[in-house]
């Protein structure tokens, strides 16, 4: 795993490039503590998440098929297959989809905040083509992305998407290939620089808690609470305070 703080912005890859970024449980543990531990660094507001090379991830490593837990070297995550973790990460994730992506790789996308794919990039869960089921929950998480019929679609064809029709169905956002990974950090930098850490931290919490846990009742009850706890914080009045004195925020996150 390679990770990088850019002012702010860390950058986590999946560094595997020979095995074309290939997904294993050791890769996961790796990643998960990448971005628990970007998402507990006060230095670090967004995290972008990609792939070093061409590929993002094309899915399961077939080499770790055999494999038992003793034949791995380091310590693995005990639950490899969970990556709704990164709901709790308390940090915008965007996945910087830059090439080839499927089935694990697919997954890391889809429970990313915000999904680019660079114009090219071709993207597949491949799993009915392998004689699988949809893993990591995409059964669950894939139809409150993109709908049931385009879920349905990319699940039980396993077919391969063009990066403009991953965007058309609402999974991710097309950008020109050429420069992709620079365009994505811009937009994070963006982020990074005038929205305040403390305000997305919450709305990120809200949204996800809003979307799969609550109705709409306790999810506008959670609304009145932060409203009325943000306006207490330091966020807030440096919020008005750039406004009004036109100049750049200086957001602290508390």
Same mark, same amino acid.
Request: with cysteine.
């Given at each position: 795993?390679?990770?990088?703080n850019?002012?702010?912005? +860390?950058?986590v890859?999946?560094?595997n ?12 543990? &790796?990643?998960? +503590?990448a971005? &628990? +531990? ?13 792939? &070093? ?10 080499s770790?098929l055999?494999a038992t ?10 639950d ?14 965007? /996945?910087a989809i830059?090439g080839p992506?499927? %089935?694990?790789g ?10 680019y794919?660079?114009? %090219?990039a071709r ?15 995409m059964a ?10 385009n879920?349905?679609?990319?699940l ?8 403009? &029709? ?5 999974f ?8 992709f990974?620079?365009q ?18 919450v709305?990120k919490?809200?949204?996800?808690r809003?979307?799969?846990f ?11 609470t ?11 009045k440096?919020?008005? /305070?750039?406004f ?9 996150g508390?």
């Amino acid at each position: 795993m390679k990770v990088e703080n850019l002012n702010g912005v +860390a950058i986590v890859s999946l560094n595997n490039p020979t095995q074309r970024n290939a997904w294993s449980p050791q890769m996961h543990t &790796e990643v998960r +503590a990448a971005l &628990e +531990a970007a998402g507990q660094d006060r230095d670090v507001r967004v995290i972008v998440l990609t792939g &070093e090379g061409r590929d993002f991830c094309v899915g399961r490593d077939v080499s770790e098929l055999g494999a038992t837990a003793g034949d791995r070297s380091g310590p693995v995550d005990p639950d490899p297959h969970n990556m709704h973790f990164m709901f709790d990460v308390p940090k915008p994730i965007i /996945a910087a989809i830059n090439g080839p992506t499927a %089935g694990a790789g697919f997954c890391y996308a889809g429970f990313s905040d915000l999904r680019y794919v660079a114009d %090219g990039a071709r993207i597949t869960t491949a799993w009915s083509r392998r004689g699988l089921t949809a893993e990591f929950g995409m059964a669950w998480l894939l139809p409150h992305l993109v709908g049931v019929r385009n879920a349905l679609d990319i699940l039980m064809t396993g077919r391969v998407l063009s990066a403009a &029709e991953a965007d058309r169905m609402g999974f991710a956002t097309v950008l020109p290939s050429e420069g992709f990974l620079d365009q994505v950090l811009a937009l994070a930098r963006d982020m990074a620089d005038f929205a305040s850490p403390l305000s997305t931290g919450v709305m990120k919490r809200q949204v996800y808690r809003s979307l799969f846990f609550t109705g709409v009742g306790e999810a506008v009850t959670d609304a009145v609470t932060e409203a009325e706890r943000s306006f207490t914080t330091a966020d807030f009045k440096e919020g008005i /305070a750039h406004f009004v004195e036109k100049r750049a925020p200086a957001f602290t996150g508390q």
